[in-house]
Nanobody
Framework: QVPVVESGGGLVQTGGFLRLSCAPS????????MSWFRQAPGKEREFVAA????????DYADSVKGRFTITRDTSNNTIYLQMTKLKPEDTAVYYC????????????????????WGQGTQVIVSS
């Protein structure tokens, strides 16, 4: 099985930008949506952004609205998270997740909806 793979993390100064990339698993025909979550040291995993595979539904956490943009490149099935105006509190390991479930009675922001996860990519924002 092809795993979900993230890339693009790194060290950036406050106010800077980064673009994260996510390659989904090989079963793209079954994907309903993909999302980004993050986890900072000592904190719980939190939702960042989600996009349905059709692109019709996009959702963001309030903390990143207006600064982050999630997109899907249909030519290569890659999901991107463009992060701008980065803040030290954005420092975390960012995980890409994939779900084949249309609903399960849970919103796209609920991590329990996702069955495929990448290994994560570290983002550090220095003050």
């Amino acid at each position: 099985q092809v795993p979900v793979v993230e890339s693009g993390g790194g060290l950036v100064q406050t106010g800077g930008f980064l673009r994260l990339s996510c390659a989904p698993s090989g079963r793209t025909w079954s994907i309903y949506a993909m999302s980004w979550f993050r986890q900072a040291p000592g904190k719980e995993r939190e939702f960042v952004a989600a996009i349905s595979w059709s692109g019709a539904t996009i959702d963001y956490a309030d903390s990143v609205k207006g600064r982050f943009t999630i997109t899907r490149d249909t030519s290569n099935n890659t999901i991107y998270l463009q992060m701008t105006k980065l803040k030290p509190e954005d420092t975390a390991v960012y995980y890409c997740a994939e779900t084949a479930a249309q609903s399960m009675g849970r919103p796209l922001s609920d991590f329990r909806r996702y069955g495929q996860w990448g290994q994560g990519t570290q983002v550090i924002v220095s003050s």
